[in-house]
């Protein structure tokens, strides 16, 4: 004996699961693997059959049924429990980026209804109407890539949304990510020139000449104890890194040590004599001044580099005083009668100092092995790029010289001769 289909109003057969309410909508009922219910809704059949076979693509593909009310903001708590791996102060950035930029609006936006084209959307409402620059876009997108990849894993998700949204977004915008300029040898020579003289910015002169002239990040010279040089035998232990972050749940910012940013960036680097000089000389103006290290972070004391009250240095600092030289420097040097070739210190900033470094030894023919472990890079292919960077310029004063000399033997010997 047949079995009578249910039948819609307008006498359509209705498929199993599926059923018209008394007002004239639709509804589709189904069970998951688990033996959980379900439903979808729609207003016409077609609708509803266009959202089944949604579901049913779903079903195949392992993708969660309860995935409806789930927003972003919920798979990035997910996401907060789950992390690991990451320093405390990287970590304490992403959580921040997230709550600043996404929680407040887009995050609670249903992953259901996530498109590809909403992640292209709030990436250009950043830049438009919010103004954030770029560096700080990639930032904001490092971490919803990864709470996007969790809903992936864990079956909410088919796909990820954001895959490749920033590099369509760069490239629309003809973004370019700003390279970090090292000092050319002559500004080097005028910046050193200038924090040498007897003045108010004589005081840096030993923070930022042990930059300038080891290639440490900024991290581990304010992280340095006297206990991690060995001026006898000239060298520096790097083995930790001081960082500055925020700690959202403590509602405070506050120092922490870390360990180096990779396996590589514990290191022994060799002590030029000019770096010697420059811990000597700090070593002297704290005694005649009656400095000591006061400050105590994760058990660590005895810092070289403090403040007059004892503590240690902020990197903020240290790029304020940066930029005070670069001003006072260049009014100096602007007030006086100058030809149109005179030499002016560019904007810079800790880190250039370190790209400077490795400029240096690029230029001098350094090895790239020992410059990789000079630097603490994890991988050849991070100093690799510097070099092919650093080297540009390098290259064609080179060949401008190799010009220079066969057009000086053409001079000498006009007949070929």
């Known amino acids: 004996m047949a079995v009578e289909r249910r039948k819609d109003k307008k006498n359509r057969v209705l498929k199993e699961g599926e059923y018209q309410r008394s007002c004239g909508t639709y509804g589709f009922k189904w069970r998951d ?16 059959r266009e959202k089944e076979l949604d579901v049913l693509r779903d079903v195949l593909d392992g993708v969660k049924a309860d995935k409806n009310n789930f927003t972003i903001n919920d798979l990035y708590n997910s996401w907060v429990q789950l992390k690991r791996g990451l320093k405390d102060n990287t970590f304490s950035n992403y959580k921040y980026m ?7 609006d887009f995050g609670k936006r249903k992953i259901v209804d996530l498109k590809r084209s909403d992640i292209r959307s709030f990436y250009n409402y950043l830049a438009d109407e919010r103004h954030v620059q770029i560096n700080t876009i990639d930032c904001i997108h490092t971490v919803l890539h990864q709470v996007l990849e969790l809903g992936v894993e864990d079956d909410y998700l088919r796909y990820n949304p954001s895959d490749n949204a920033l590099k369509e977004l760069k490239k629309a915008r003809n973004f370019e990510s700003t390279k970090r300029r090292a000092l050319t040898v002559p500004e080097q020579e005028l910046f050193e020139a200038y924090l040498s003289k007897q003045g108010q910015y004589h005081r840096w002169y030993p923070i930022f000449i042990i930059m300038l002239w080891t290639g440490m990040r900024v991290g581990e010279v304010t992280g340095l104890r006297w206990c991690d040089i060995d001026l006898e035998d000239d060298t520096i232990s790097v083995n930790h890194t001081l960082v500055y972050y925020d700690k959202r749940n403590d509602e405070r910012c506050t120092f922490a040590i870390n360990t180096p940013k ?10 030029l004599p000019k770096v010697k000089e420059a811990f ?29 009250f004892g503590n240690v240095q902020h990197q903020g600092t240290l790029n304020k005083a940066l930029s005070r030289i670069v001003r006072d420097c260049n009014f ?4 006086k009668p100058h030809k149109k070739d005179t030499v ?21 023919g350094v090895n790239l092995k020992v410059m990789q472990e000079i630097l603490g890079h994890a991988d050849a292919e991070t100093t690799m790029d510097i070099y092919a960077e650093a080297t540009k310029e390098l290259k064609k004063s080179e060949l401008d010289s190799f010009a220079e000399f ?12």
Do not use: W
């Not at 990779?262 to 002590?271: E, F, H, L, S, Y």
């Not at 000597?280 to 580099?305: H, N, P, T």
């Not at 100096?332 to 007030?335: A, H, K, R, S, T």
């Open 33 to 48: 693997k688990s033996g959980g219910r379900h439903s979808i809704s729609a207003v016409t059949l077609e609708e509803l």
């Open 280 to 308: 000597l000389m700090e070593k002297q103006y704290q005694e005649e001044c009656g400095l000591e290290s006061r400050a105590v972070v994760d058990g660590y004391r005895d810092f070289i580099f403090i403040n007059r």
């Open 332 to 335: 100096e040097i602007l007030d």
């Open 262 to 271: 990779t396996a590589a960036g514990k290191r022994i680097i060799p002590m």
């Open 406 to 417: 066969f057009r000086r033997v053409k001079d000498l010997y006009p007949n070929g001769k």
């Open 344 to 364: 002016i210190l560019p904007k810079f900033s800790n880190h250039s100092l370190r790209h400077t470094f490795t400029t240096r030894m690029c230029e001098a």
């Open 98 to 104: 997230y709550t600043m930029f996404v929680e407040p």
